[in-house]
Antibody, heavy 127, light 107 residues
Framework: EVQVVESGGGLVQPGGSLRLSCAAS????????MDWVRQAPGKGLEWVGR??????????EYAASLKGRFTISRDDSRNSVDLQINSLESEDTAVYFC??????????????????WGPGTTVTVSS | AIQMTQSPSSLSASVGDRVTITCRAS??????LAWYQQKPGRAPNLLIY???TLQSGVPSRFSGSGSGTDFTLTISSLQPEDFATYYC?????????FGQGTKVEFK
């Protein structure tokens, strides 16, 4: 079965750090882009960042407002992608989703959408 | 960053109604837009990508159209399981940006 499952969420004090993980199974992980998306309580979806596939050297992109505090890394040998969050703020309280996406060319002219999502992991930043 | 503006932000409809949701980009994004459905407490679900391509397994009552700056998601005959929030997402350039969402409620 094709799936991704997030873990690592929890209650963290402001200023703390957290590492979220996303474990993938049922597909050739190295071929896929992996995205992190978050949703604050009662709010809409916010794209956090992306790790490109192996062909694109696992390069990363981030939402501008988050750059510097958020770092995405992946390990194709473990079929996993992590999201490191530093200097946590109350505004980072959200459900964090991991998703996969596919491009049929190296330059990703056509992106086939984020077609598999995990159930999410909840991060609460509070003292 | 490209701004994605959805309208309406919410709507009330009945089973069997035709529903249309629009998404406008602040600059041209070719056809690089996807639509997602999200139900409370659940992860989003991909409906449409490349503006008009129906994702495998998604019912044919869902359709998407548009190119450039103006896009539309249409549900031809609303079903009980379609009451949810819908989001557009541009993947033309970084940072990727979502619309603010459209909540489809029961009239």
């Amino acid at each position: 079965e094709v799936q991704v499952v997030e873990s690592g969420g929890g209650l963290v004090q402001p200023g703390g750090s957290l590492r979220l993980s996303c474990a993938a199974s049922g597909f050739t992980f190295s071929e896929y882009y992996m995205d992190w998306v978050r949703q604050a309580p009662g709010k809409g979806l916010e794209w956090v960042g992306r790790s490109r596939n192996k062909v694109n050297s696992h390069t990363t992109e981030y939402a501008a407002s988050l750059k510097g505090r958020f770092t995405i890394s992946r390990d194709d040998s473990r079929n996993s992608v992590d999201l490191q969050i530093n200097s946590l703020e109350s505004e980072d309280t959200a459900v964090y989703f991991c998703s996969r996406g596919y491009c049929n060319t190296k330059d990703c002219i056509n992106f086939y959408g984020m077609d598999v999502w995990g159930p999410g992991t909840t991060v609460t930043v509070s003292s | 960053a490209i701004q994605m503006t959805q309208s309406p932000s919410s709507l009330s409809a009945s089973v069997g109604d035709r529903v249309t949701i629009t998404c406008r980009a602040s600059q041209g994004i070719r056809n690089e837009l996807a639509w997602y459905q999200q139900k409370p407490g659940r992860a989003p679900n991909l409906l449409i990508y490349s503006a008009s391509t129906l994702q495998s397994g998604v019912p044919s009552r869902f359709s998407g159209s548009g190119s450039g700056t103006d896009f539309t998601l249409t549900i031809s005959s609303l079903q009980p399981e379609d009451f949810a929030t819908y989001y557009c997402l541009q993947d033309y350039n970084y940072p990727l940006t979502f619309g603010q969402g459209t909540k489809v409620e029961f009239k």
